[in-house]
């Protein structure tokens, strides 16, 4: 069981794969259910409008789009830009350019670091070592040496 403290209220609650403590997890929903709402009769409504018509922050749906929970229309805007290159972007945190980027650096970095290749046809067992095969090669070993005595 982990026990986490909840960053907005400061609260101590058990984690359940929730970074909010149930408390402020309701209020987040009731707040999302707000701004979805909306959204549904009004379509196209910016961010302006959505944070005037429901009386959110407009920080707290921007948080909303880049979780995922919305998706924006309009890169246009400008509200939500890529962490990386500051681009426009409609979801997330990242644009696409920057995350594919980021994932071949990261497939290049772990072949230059991967652990030795098996030779072709070596069954895995050659590789490991496990103490029962230590001890029993010892014991092999200590038979030999008293049969040659």
Known sequence: MEVRNCPRCGKVFVYTGFNLCPACRREE?????RVEAFLRSHPGANLEEV??????????????IRSGRLVTTLKSEGALRCEICGRPIDQGRICKECAGQLKQGLVRERAQQAPFQRKEGA?????????????REKS???RRRSDKK
Request: negative net charge.
């Open 29 to 33: 929903e009731e707040l999302f259910d």
């Open 51 to 64: 944070a005037e018509g429901t009386g959110i922050a407009k920080e707290i749906i921007l948080d909303f």
């Open 140 to 142: 092999e070993g200590e």
């Open 123 to 135: 069954s895995r067992r050659e590789h490991r070592l496990h103490i029962a095969d230590l001890l």
